[in-house]
């Protein structure tokens, strides 16, 4: 059941998230220093392994290539006008098992998925960084639990997708009426205020009356407002989430999972408004009574990692969201930033301080791991792209990240399916795979690619006799692989390093053997027993689908 509800997590989190393109974007609007994985690579389509030019960089899971390889890739040409680039042509997709030279031997990098496992006192919690498709920490990740104040990270969402920022509001008399044990902003009917300020106030202080002020104004009445709210939820693929208000006060109806706030979290924090709200200390406000007298407040965030006169307070986090009912316990969403990279950890049903202690325990066990994983990765200076993209005439610059580095531009991978109709996406491999060539043709090998065993490649056998024009012939019996082609006979048995060519004995440094239910032999071997040039190498792969 775990694995299921995971897998279930990890497609979800593959889910591109409007507007996450153009807020990653940002990321690149000035020069600055990054650490990318710096690496050959391959693609597939269609059954059939090209050798790309490369070099591939990637940076926060998301892989970019040089513009000059889209165009090779796709069969374009490719213009500079000023500072504008421009792809045209009709897109195919140049497939060629022909390779140039040796294949390329990049050094082997560990796997660059962060994983933790600390303890940690709440009854669940996910933590995400940047756009990995798994989280880095989960504990009970999908178990129904109350959001509380925690999802007015969803009532800000839509107010700041759906409303203008200096707009007046007028405090309804519903906003003042919410329960009396709610958190408040301390707001009356006859308030007038932007909506910039309401934000503050059910952001800081946590006021409940600001959140019905913000739904009301957003949708007409609150529960229309809610209706949104479930509605971007199941955009979101917040399965596990139902929302019955609009500030988190407790109802038996109203729930969400650690990894739904997750998901609604990571696509708030793509809004650089939401940010700055959420990451202010406290907020002074100056605003106009039901009769118009001049009222000011001052509202101070009730996030202790955030307030630097808390003993919590965490410099590398930049925001976040607590939440408390007698039901739902302590609860708190939170982001931070270190070493180029992003995270959002999600808290749930812990306790006052502990939730505090919790998330650090996290933060510090994901940037030690980090750091370790960084070592493979290489510094690179970027600067901001300076021009447009177009592909037939068509601006692509908005749906695309672009950056600049050492003269050359890069642009990622997903402009492959914003151009083919050949292409709906684009997959990078989760780890470098080995490659083979045989007379310069890279092999293309079904399901199971190369291993290495005591210094020496073995392949499968069936797709590897079929690309060598070996005729397979296999004796279960005596486990005896034979391979013919025209005047070469080629006779191994499993696990023996002793095999005939054409009658000849010979000794082999690797065996014949089986892993995983598949038949693997010698590479090298059988490459010298046809007189072939034979070579081998390591890389990334992108996957056309």
Request: charged residues 20%; aromatic residues 8%.
């Amino acid at each position: 059941m775990f694995q299921k509800s995971m897998l279930t997590f990890m497609i979800l989190l593959l889910i591109k998230l409007p507007g996450l393109a153009t807020a990653t974007a940002a990321a690149f609007q000035e020069p600055k220093q990054i650490q990318v994985y710096e690496e050959s690579y391959y693609y597939h389509f269609q059954g059939v392994e090209s050798k790309g030019n490369g070099p591939l960089l990637t940076y926060k899971q998301q892989a970019f290539l040089p513009v000059e390889d889209v165009a090779s890739i796709l069969g374009l040409t490719l213009s500079q006008q000023g500072a504008d680039l421009h792809l045209d042509s009709a897109p195919t997709v140049n497939s060629s098992v022909t390779v140039e030279g040796e294949l390329p031997k990049d050094a082997t990098i560990a796997a660059e998925q962060l994983r933790i496992n600390p303890k940690i006192g709440a009854q669940a919690s996910v933590m995400l960084e940047d756009d990995a498709a798994q989280p880095v920490f989960s504990k009970n990740a999908n178990q129904r639990l109350y959001p509380s104040s925690a999802l007015k990270i969803m009532t800000a969402l839509l107010a700041i997708e759906r409303g203008q920022l200096q707009e007046l509001v007028t405090v309804g008399p519903r906003a003042a009426a919410v329960p009396h044990d709610s958190s408040k902003a301390g707001l009356v009917p006859g308030d007038r205020l932007t909506l910039e300020q309401l934000l503050y106030a059910m952001m800081l202080p946590s006021g409940n009356d600001a959140a019905v002020a913000i739904a009301e104004h957003i949708a007409g009445s609150e529960q229309q407002f809610v209706q949104l709210m479930n509605t971007r939820a199941r955009k979101l693929g917040m399965t596990r989430t139902n929302f019955v208000n609009s500030h988190g006060y407790h109802h038996p109806n109203q729930y969400t999972t650690a990894a739904d706030l997750a998901l609604v979290a990571k696509e708030a924090a793509a809004s650089p408004v939401f940010m700055k709200i959420v990451g202010a200390p406290s907020y002074y406000a100056s605003y106009r009574g039901p009769n118009g007298a001049a009222k000011a407040k001052t509202w101070r965030n009730s996030n202790s990692l955030i307030r630097t006169d808390s003993p919590y307070f965490t410099a590398t986090v930049t925001g976040g969201k607590t939440g408390y009912t007698s039901a739902s316990r302590y609860n708190l969403v939170s982001f931070a930033s270190s070493n180029d990279h992003d995270y959002v950890t999600v808290i749930l049903r812990g306790e006052r301080n502990q939730r505090y202690v919790d998330t650090r325990n996290l933060l510090q066990s994901a940037y030690t791991k980090r750091a370790q994983l960084n070592g493979a990765k290489k510094r690179i200076n970027v600067t901001p792209f300076p021009g447009r993209l177009f592909f037939n005439g068509r601006e692509l610059t908005n749906e695309v990240q672009l950056f600049n580095e050492n003269g050359k531009t890069f642009v990622s991978t997903d402009v492959l399916a914003l151009i083919s109709t050949h292409i709906s996406r684009v997959k990078r491999s989760d780890s470098q795979q080995m490659k083979a060539a045989l007379d310069q043709q890279l092999l293309t090998f079904d399901r199971v690619g190369p291993v290495i065993r005591n210094g020496r490649m073995l392949v499968p056998v069936r797709s590897f006799f079929e690309e060598a024009g070996l005729q397979l012939k296999w004796d279960a019996a005596a486990k005896r692989i034979e391979g013919r082609a025209p005047g070469t006979e080629i006779v191994m048995t499993l696990n023996s390093k002793q095999a005939y060519v054409n009658g000849q004995l010979v000794s082999l440094d690797v065996p014949a053997t089986i892993e995983n239910g598949r038949t693997l032999v010698p590479l090298r071997f059988i490459s010298e027993a046809l007189e072939a040039k034979v070579d081998w190498g390591r890389g990334r792969v992108l996957y056309f689908y």
